[in-house]
């Protein structure tokens, strides 16, 4: 089953604005992922940041990690058309298997 | 391109029939996985190989799926008597040794697969 939930499942904005996603799990992690898809792609990985980061940065990226509400959240800044696409969680207890979430997926809007 | 990649993109099979699908990883990365994505859901672990080793599988991994990743490099997944139910996008990722870097997966394009 799938422990990593994203919200909001989707989300509408204008280009420019700033969109966030988060993401909460249920069991401890040794690090969260957060992947992009678009549409009827594979996935491409954007960051990761390990149990013992609270915030990371990548460009337009920011994600942060609070281990104590099991939670992460990813902005994206300036959001840009090229943006439009689903994005997961992903958590991993280890250093083989990697669970995803449902997505949240974006539309940003020209 | 030295990304990850998947053979064929599109696959239309009856029920019943028996497919099979080849994952190509990046070159020197040890470990491989399968997953699978059904529409609006993220996608969910099948199995993982480090090297020629599947060390994991998972229980949606049924009798009549089976994979192999013979010499440790490319890896196939085969399904027998197909289901309508096994209609999904097969993705296979690859990672480099876990000295390298920590989990983060190269993904392939997927192989869709639609069973009718």
């Known amino acids: 089953s799938q422990q990593g939930e994203e919200d909001p499942q989707a989300l509408s904005i204008q280009e420019g604005e700033n969109a966030t996603m988060n993401c909460s799990y249920k069991?401890?992690?040794?690090?969260l992922q957060w992947y992009r898809q678009n549409s009827g792609r594979g996935l491409v990985h954007l960051i990761l940041?390990?149990?013992?980061?609270r915030e990371k940065h990548s460009g337009r990226l920011r994600v942060t990690l609070d281990t104590s509400k099991k939670s992460s959240s990813l902005l994206i800044t300036a959001s840009r058309a090229a943006d439009t696409a689903s994005y997961f969680c992903?958590?991993?207890?280890?250093?083989?298997?990697?669970?995803f979430g449902t997505g949240t997926k974006l539309q940003v809007i020209p | 391109d030295t990304g990850v990649s998947q053979d064929p993109r599109h696959k239309i099979t009856k029920r019943g029939q028996n497919v099979t699908f080849r994952c190509d990883p990046i070159?020197?990365?040890?470990?491989l996985y399968w997953y699978r994505q059904t529409l609006g859901q993220g996608p969910e672990f099948l199995t993982y190989?480090?090297?020629?080793?599947?060390?994991?599988k998972s229980r949606l991994l049924s009798d009549r799926f089976s994979a192999e990743r013979p010499k440790g490099s490319f890896s196939t997944l085969e399904i027998q008597r197909t289901e309508q139910g096994d209609s999904a996008m097969y993705l296979c990722?690859?990672?480099?040794?876990?000295?390298?870097?920590?989990?983060?997966?190269?993904f392939g394009p997927g192989t869709r697969l639609t069973v009718l």
């Open positions: 190989f480090q090297n020629e080793a599947q060390l994991e």
């Open positions: 069991t401890s992690i040794n690090n």
């Open positions: 992903a958590r991993s207890g280890g250093y083989q298997k990697v669970t």
């Open positions: 990722a690859s990672s480099p040794p876990e000295r390298v870097a920590y989990n983060e997966q190269f």
């Open positions: 070159s020197e990365h040890n470990r």
């Open positions: 940041i390990r149990s013992n980061e």
